[in-house]
């Protein structure tokens, strides 16, 4: 079975730093795709940014960027530029493309601080 | 609606009793998903709904949990006599295809349900 861990329980940054959140996963395939979602106190699980295990380009979105490793299978979220709004639980998920599956498998997360 | 809405935001009820959890996923969204997230975990995978069938419910932990999905639009998940243990917050999504990637999930801000 497919796993993802976050090491990190509780991140802090200062605002307008950058800080990156760590993730790793346990899978035996070679299809599959990462996301990582922002959960802030409303509840609401919020796409941030997302990447297919075959393409080698780490993905970026604004201010939001990830470094994929998938020998090492570790995906990890870099935030720049942080702002007081960025303040949440981050999650990193899993998808196996095998199967027709579409469960998410989800980290246990890490909660994000932003210090003015 | 503009977004995914689940009812009741929040669910108090006494051990062995029945409850019902509404979500109302976006227009159009053939794909429906329900997920638990217990205190400091991660959302876990119930059941995915394509249409009016479920596609998955590997995730349903026992035969207490039950969810329809009659019309391919509102769905209701459907706990039988309660235990403490089923206390969580409910996350429901819905994506317009089915795919994770390329239709991404898009989260309700959930049902929390105390079991006392």
């Known amino acids: 079975a497919q796993t993802v861990t976050q090491s990190q329980p509780e991140m802090s940054v200062q605002e307008a730093e950058t800080v990156t959140l760590s993730c790793t996963y346990d899978?035996?395939?070679?299809?599959?795709?990462l996301f990582w979602y922002k959960q802030p106190p409303s509840r609401q699980m919020i796409l941030v940014i997302r990447?297919?295990?075959?393409?080698?380009q780490n993905a970026t979105e604004n201010r939001f960027s990830v470094n994929f490793q998938k020998a090492a299978k570790s995906f990890s979220l870099k935030i720049s530029d942080s702002q007081l709004g960025d303040a949440a639980m981050y999650f990193c998920?899993?998808?196996?493309?095998?199967?027709?599956?579409?469960?998410?498998?989800f980290g246990k997360g890490t909660k994000l601080t932003v210090n003015p | 609606g503009a977004g995914v809405s689940q009812t009741p935001s929040n669910k108090v009820t006494e051990k062995g009793k029945y409850v019902e959890l509404r979500c109302d996923p976006i227009?159009?969204?053939?794909?429906l998903y329900w997920y638990r997230q217990s205190l400091g975990q991660g959302p876990e995978f119930l059941i995915y709904?394509?249409?009016?069938?479920?596609?998955?419910d590997s995730g349903l932990p026992n035969d207490r949990f039950f969810a329809v999905r009659p019309e391919g639009s509102v769905s209701t998940l459907k706990i039988q006599r309660t235990e403490r243990g089923d206390s969580a917050v409910y996350l429901c999504?819905?994506?317009?295809?089915?795919?994770?990637?390329?239709?991404?999930?898009?989260f309700g801000n959930g049902t929390r349900l105390t079991v006392t």
């Open positions: 999504a819905s994506s317009l295809e089915g795919s994770s990637y390329n239709s991404p999930l898009h």
């Open positions: 899978t035996s395939e070679s299809d599959y795709y």
């Open positions: 990447q297919e295990a075959y393409k080698q």
């Open positions: 998920a899993y998808r196996n493309l095998l199967g027709g599956s579409e469960k998410l498998v």
């Open positions: 227009s159009g969204h053939t794909a």
């Open positions: 709904f394509q249409g009016t069938g479920a596609a998955d």
